[in-house]
């Protein structure tokens, strides 16, 4: 059975302004997720800011999410890292935190061989009982899992039953549904792709947009799990214009700049993170508007 189905937040790690982890805002902000018909939390991934938290703080989010949700919906830990035995010990502390699955990213830096990836990716998948999403997004990392490779994992090892999609190919999408015979939960990893992809078999997308619309996303999500895909697509094409403002600069910058705008004062990035450009800014909030969605700056 799969870990989720529809609308996953990639959601935010709101900080204060001394670069401190918000946590009674993390709350806040998970309760409106639920509130809004958001089917996952997925915590400490990209949008998360996981790569500037320490690992104590990594494991902390982590636990406050899970003790935060109350298991009403899934939460998923992202968990990968460069470094095989990092992957592992973070997978562990997910598990231990109560977590419903992992996303693991492809090791970055490294760029791993295709048998580097088997290798890392089996390692973690022995290591732990918790199910995992393999995450693969190599406009970041600089590695790209090969769809034979996602064919091999998943048929090897039980726990390795998803994937966060986020290349931007349907064509190779589309291969690594047909070598792996049913046995992979595909995740959009492009907001602006969802419907495509859920097209030819994915079960919904993690998504930076739920963090401002989460029910929009969440809808569209369950219209084409539904079969309605004219509904579903009116719903992807009337966020075309928020979701090219949110990736107008490297993600979390847009998708922070744009919570404060709404007022969920989720607080300033991390170093070597910066504040958005001020007109790219002032765009962004103007197609919010245009959105529906409420903007109180």
């Given at each position: 059975?799969?870990?989720?189905k529809?609308?996953?937040?990639?959601?935010v790690?709101?900080?204060k302004?001394?670069?401190e982890v918000?946590y009674?805002k993390?709350?806040?902000?998970?309760?409106?997720?639920?509130?809004?018909?958001?089917?996952?939390?997925?915590?400490?991934g990209?949008?998360?800011e996981?790569?500037?938290l320490?690992?104590e703080e990594?494991?902390?989010v982590?636990?406050a999410?899970?003790?935060?949700?109350?298991?009403?919906?899934?939460?998923?830990?992202?968990?990968?890292?460069n470094c095989?035995?990092t992957?592992?010990q973070?997978?562990?502390d997910?598990?231990?935190?109560?977590c419903?699955?992992?996303l693991v990213?492809?090791?970055?830096?490294?760029?791993?061989?295709?048998?580097?990836?088997?290798?890392h990716y089996?390692k973690?998948?022995?290591?732990t009982?918790?199910?995992?999403?393999m995450y693969?997004?190599p406009?970041?990392t600089?590695?790209?899992?090969?769809?034979q490779?996602v064919a091999?994992?998943?048929?090897?090892?039980?726990?390795?039953?998803?994937?966060?999609?986020a290349t931007?190919?349907?064509?190779?999408?589309?291969?690594m549904m047909?070598?792996?015979?049913?046995k992979?939960d595909?995740?959009s990893?492009e907001?602006?792709?969802?419907?495509?992809?859920?097209?030819i078999?994915?079960i919904?997308v993690?998504?930076?947009?739920s963090?401002l619309?989460?029910q929009d996303?969440?809808?569209m999500?369950?219209?084409?799990?539904?079969?309605?895909?004219?509904k579903?697509s009116k719903?992807q094409?009337k966020?075309?214009?928020?979701?090219d403002?949110?990736?107008?600069e490297?993600?979390?910058?847009?998708?922070?700049?744009?919570l404060?705008?709404?007022?969920?004062?989720?607080?300033?990035?991390?170093?070597?993170?910066t504040?958005?450009?001020?007109e790219?800014?002032?765009?962004m909030?103007?197609i919010?508007?245009?959105?529906g969605?409420?903007?109180?700056?």
């Amino acid at each position: 059975m799969a870990i989720f189905k529809g609308a996953g937040v990639a959601i935010v790690t709101p900080m204060k302004e001394n670069l401190e982890v918000n946590y009674d805002k993390l709350d806040e902000m998970i309760q409106y997720q639920i509130d809004n018909g958001t089917d996952c939390i997925v915590i400490t991934g990209t949008t998360g800011e996981s790569s500037t938290l320490t690992m104590e703080e990594h494991a902390q989010v982590i636990r406050a999410a899970v003790e935060m949700t109350k298991h009403r919906i899934p939460v998923v830990a992202g968990t990968g890292s460069n470094c095989t035995a990092t992957a592992i010990q973070l997978t562990n502390d997910a598990y231990e935190a109560g977590c419903e699955g992992a996303l693991v990213v492809t090791p970055y830096y490294n760029k791993a061989t295709q048998k580097g990836l088997i290798s890392h990716y089996g390692k973690i998948a022995d290591s732990t009982k918790l199910p995992i999403i393999m995450y693969n997004v190599p406009s970041r990392t600089g590695c790209n899992i090969a769809p034979q490779t996602v064919a091999t994992l998943v048929k090897e090892y039980e726990n390795i039953v998803g994937i966060k999609e986020a290349t931007g190919n349907v064509a190779q999408a589309v291969t690594m549904m047909d070598l792996c015979d049913g046995k992979l939960d595909m995740y959009s990893g492009e907001d602006g792709i969802v419907v495509p992809l859920m097209s030819i078999g994915a079960i919904g997308v993690i998504s930076v947009w739920s963090n401002l619309a989460p029910q929009d996303v969440h809808d569209m999500c369950m219209a084409a799990l539904d079969g309605d895909y004219k509904k579903a697509s009116k719903l992807q094409l009337k966020g075309r214009a928020l979701v090219d403002a949110l990736f107008s600069e490297v993600n979390p910058i847009p998708v922070k700049r744009a919570l404060n705008a709404m007022g969920f004062e989720v607080g300033p990035l991390r170093s070597p993170l910066t504040e958005m450009d001020t007109e790219l800014a002032a765009k962004m909030i103007q197609i919010m508007k245009d959105y529906g969605l409420k903007v109180v700056e």
